[in-house]
């Protein structure tokens, strides 16, 4: 732990499984006060204790991102305990419906589409709304929102894309404006210290997409990691994996 992440508070929505939990315990090795969003108080409790177990420093904060009352009570709690938040991490993410539907943009449901962009895109937009004044009270405030390549236009555009046939409607969609979202708070946040970024974690093992991943959650938090430990001079309004700049 050094002196730059000593009574350095992270808040990572969805952090009680996968990329999130990962993510956890790699912000927990940087030193930093892990605040694990989750919307499950039991798997919530499970997860601070299962860090806490590790040696870390974790606090569950609970936290139903699409209830904008749990989101103020989160906020409040976070500003009585903590008086700041130095990285928000917004990982809370779905896939809504059957594969073989959602897969044909006109046999997609509006009604899934709607709730897909309520947890992908509104949730995220709400939540970072929210914590923006606990951010602003950091000395370099970061905000990391998790995308995907599956919302690259450009990527979706170009037939040799490993996944040029994955035509998702809801979900690629919905990481298309995650990436709007990232883009035009970074724009209002350009003349702070704040760094918003979206990180693309790749394809990777996790219930999301029924664990048909190829990569592990230790390689998808890496990117999610590397944007929210950022130095003074690094990157805003980007999209990033691990290699560096993917394409809008």
């Not at 928000?88 to 709607?114: H, M, Q, Y």
């Not at 998808?220 to 944007?227: D, E, K, M, N, R």
Request: no cysteine.
């Amino acid at each position: 732990m050094t002196t730059e992440t000593l009574n350095k508070t992270v808040l990572i929505t969805g952090a009680n499984k996968g990329i999130g939990f990962e993510t956890a315990r790699r912000m927990g090795k940087e030193g930093f006060t892990i605040l694990v969003g989750a919307r499950n108080r039991e798997r919530g409790i499970s997860a601070e204790a299962n860090l806490i177990a590790e040696g870390f420093d974790a606090q569950f904060i609970e936290l139903d991102v699409t209830s904008q009352t749990s989101i103020d009570t989160a906020a409040n709690s976070i500003r009585e305990t903590y008086g700041k938040l130095d990285v928000l991490i917004n990982n809370v993410g779905v896939v809504l419906g059957n594969f073989e539907d959602i897969a044909v943009p006109s046999k997609t449901d509006s009604k899934l589409l709607r709730e897909t962009f309520d947890y992908n895109f509104f949730a995220m937009f709400d939540v970072t709304k929210s914590m923006l004044p606990l951010i602003r009270e950091s000395n370099e405030g970061r905000i990391v929102n998790i995308s995907s390549e599956l919302g690259s236009l450009t990527q979706h555009s170009d037939p040799s894309f490993e996944f040029f046939h994955h035509k998702i409607l809801s979900y690629n969609s919905s990481k298309t404006a995650v990436n709007a979202l990232t883009v035009h708070f970074a724009y209002e946040l350009k003349d702070t210290p704040i760094k918003v970024n979206s990180a693309d974690p790749g394809f990777t093992a996790t219930d999301l997409n029924g664990f048909q991943g190829y990569r592990s959650v230790e390689q998808a938090a890496t990117v999610v990691v590397q944007l929210a430990t950022l130095t003074g001079d690094g990157p805003t309004g980007g999209f990033f994996n691990e290699n560096g700049s993917v394409p809008w």
